[in-house]
């Protein structure tokens, strides 16, 4: 019985050795894995933070540069900008004053403030209805909002346009109508997600104590979308403010938002003033980037909230 004991005192000893040496190692290295693991991510993300900003920084220093600094096909456009090829604030007051810049921005901002509000609050609406209302006529009005997600705007565009000519929606006010009505599938479908994680016991508390339907919306539901009304408006502005297909389609030709703006710095048969262009580019970036830099911790909000509950 001693020599079995004896053994068994020395395999323990063994096993814990091993399981001591193994303790020292295991954290020595995670901590290199860790370590590795950073510096990779670090690399990568660097990599591609400069992939995205180099385009920026190109447009941005070739808006100061001379015409002829910057000419088409030379790889002019990638030299640094110097004291011969500078030329000051001309190209934007040139660019603005020749494309009509100004009015363009008026009229983009108008028709992106319009249709976001419009698809803000006509879009939560519908979803909340939607969502709260079972029966199969919301089930299928429902879907065909989804649906209208998957139709492409190349389909419908000729017949869209000839449409909007037909009920006078070639102006400012119509691109409205048909921004909301190209917009409300992705609004509807994001707007009832996020309903699905409210409590519907808060809304029966605010009935109880008097609230209609619209109070109820506007003073509970509403205040607890805000993360997703955030969100919905910033995808939403993005996109309005830079489509170019659907105003040239519908608007007249003496109407321009800024992409058509942009897109009259190319002259007749196809001559580039490349100056005018990078500087009316920049107008019409800025303003965007801004605005996202400014509500981009809303869309991680928005979508967080999703992904607890529902």
């Known amino acids: 019985m001693s020599e079995e004991n004896k053994s068994t005192t020395q395999d323990v000893e063994i096993t814990k050795s091993v399981e001591k040496e193994q303790t020292d190692i295991n954290p020595r290295s995670a901590k290199a894995f860790r370590v590795i693991t950073s510096i990779i991510t670090f690399c990568v993300m660097t990599f591609l933070s400069l992939a995205w900003v180099t385009p920026i920084f190109l447009i941005v220093m070739n808006s100061f540069k001379k015409k002829l600094a910057i000419r088409e096909g030379k790889g002019m456009a990638f030299d640094m900008l110097t004291k011969d090829s500078y030329t000051g604030w001309s190209n934007y007051v040139e660019g603005a004053a020749k494309v009509g810049m100004r009015s363009a921005i008026v009229n983009s901002v108008i028709i992106t403030v319009l249709s976001v509000i419009c698809l803000v609050?006509?879009?939560?609406?519908?979803?909340?209805?939607?969502?709260?209302?079972?029966?199969?006529?919301?089930?299928?009005?429902?879907?065909?909002?989804?649906?209208?997600?998957?139709?492409?705007?190349?389909?419908?565009?000729?017949?869209?346009?000839s449409l909007a000519n037909m009920l006078k929606l070639n102006s400012i006010g119509g691109m409205v109508v048909l921004y909301v009505g190209f917009g409300a599938g992705m609004c509807v479908f994001m707007f009832s997600g996020f309903v699905k994680a409210i409590p519907y016991d808060v809304e029966e508390a605010a009935?109880?104590?008097?609230?209609?339907?619209?109070?109820?919306?506007?003073?509970?539901?509403?205040?607890?979308?805000?993360?997703?009304?955030i969100t919905v408006a910033i995808l939403e502005t993005m996109w309005i403010w830079n489509d170019y297909l659907l105003p040239k389609l519908v608007l007249p030709s003496e109407v321009k938002t800024i992409p058509i703006a942009i897109d009259a710095c190319t002259g007749s048969y196809g001559v580039k003033n490349l100056g005018w262009l990078m500087a009316m580019l920049v107008v019409a970036i800025v303003p965007i980037i801004i605005f996202y830099l400014a509500c981009q911790k809303y869309i991680i909000k928005g979508v967080a909230a999703g992904a607890v509950k529902g």
């Not at 492409?152 to 000729?158: L, W």
């Not at 509970?220 to 997703?228: G, H």
Request: proline share 6%.
């Open 121 to 161: 609050v006509l879009t939560s609406m519908a979803a909340w209805y939607l969502t709260r209302v079972k029966s199969v006529i919301t089930s299928i009005i429902y879907y065909l909002f989804v649906f209208s997600m998957v139709v492409p705007f190349q389909m419908v565009m000729y017949t869209m346009s």
């Open 207 to 229: 009935m109880i104590d008097g609230c209609n339907p619209l109070q109820t919306f506007f003073r509970v539901v509403l205040p607890m979308l805000r993360p997703t009304c």
